[in-house]
Structure formats: C-alpha cells, structure tokens
C-alpha cells in the first residue's frame, strides 16, 4: 500500500510563491510516476503537471513557466514549485502516484489534499 502526505499550501497574495511537497511511503518511489492534480470548488479535477520515473515532465498550459515539478528519489519525495500564483490557482491541490506493471494495468494513489489560496 501506499501512502502520499502533501504539505506547504496555505495563502498568499497575487504574484506569491509556494513549494508543496508530497511524501511517498510503502513502494519503491523511483519505480513510480508522480503528479500534481488540482480542484477548485464545482470544478473539475484537472492535471496540473507530472514528472516519469525517469525525470521526464509535463504541465498544462496555464502553468508553463510558473510552476516546476521536481523529485527527490533519495527522499521519496515529489515537489511543486509554484510562482507568480493567480487568483485562479486557487484550489485544493492532491499530489498522485501511478505506476504500470504491465501493459494495460494502472495503479493509482492519492494524497488527501493541500489547500492553496490565492488572493487578488
């Protein structure tokens, strides 16, 4: 089983910065892609961006340049480096692990959520 623990929402201002990071317990973390998804009240869940075993990322368009998705195999850990945050970042944000043993099967697993405020 795994276990995802995210920590470092919180508020800030407009223009504002904030790193989550998401611990992983249970599996070999460097066996297994990580991302951060997103979700704001009466939205959907969306991708926000994600990192492969092998280091490999990707980010939605709205965040390219402002956000960096890194990981820490060594310290089974995921991070989101945030910048110049708008108000429409603000949401709850759920750090995820998946990993594929073979074609066709998916594992996922989720953290329970970070809230990320973002004033105007």
């Known amino acids: 089983q795994v276990q995802l623990v995210e920590s470092g929402g919180g508020l800030v201002q407009s223009g504002g910065s904030l790193r989550l990071s998401c611990a992983a317990q249970?599996?070999?973390?460097?066996?297994?892609?990580m991302g951060w998804y997103r979700q704001a009240p009466g939205n959907q869940r969306e991708l926000v961006a994600d990192?492969?075993?092998?280091?490999?990322?990707n980010y939605r368009d709205s965040v390219k340049g402002r956000f960096t998705i890194s990981r820490d195999n060594d310290k089974n850990t995921v991070y989101l480096q945030m910048t110049e945050l708008k108000p429409e970042d603000t949401a709850v944000y759920y750090c995820?692990?998946?990993?594929?043993?073979?074609?066709?099967?998916?594992?996922?697993?989720w953290g329970h959520g970070t809230q990320v405020t973002v004033s105007s």
């Open positions: 995820n692990a998946n990993f594929l043993p073979s074609f066709g099967v998916r594992y996922d697993y």
């Open positions: 990192i492969t075993s092998g280091g490999s990322t």
């Open positions: 249970g599996t070999i973390f460097s066996t297994y892609a």
